[in-house]
């Protein structure tokens, strides 16, 4: 237990910020129709399976269209 203590100043930002990261990118899905490949379901799935950073970074680099 003691050790989780050790790393929970460090864990606690980065677990904020990917559920942040994980709240934008799904918004941003929900609100906007067009994308540069796939649609809105496809992207949905791939944030959450890929929930820890990879998916929303997958969806902002491939599929977010630009503008």
Do not use: C, S
């Amino acid at each position: 237990m003691n050790d989780i203590q050790q790393f929970l100043p460090l864990l606690i930002p980065l677990i904020l910020l990917e559920f942040g990261l994980l709240a934008y990118t799904l918004w941003h899905i929900l609100t906007h129709t067009h994308y540069r490949r796939g649609n809105r379901t496809l992207w949905i799935v791939v944030v959450m399976i890929g929930m820890q950073f990879i998916g929303p970074v997958l969806y902002f680099l491939l599929g977010k269209e630009e503008g």
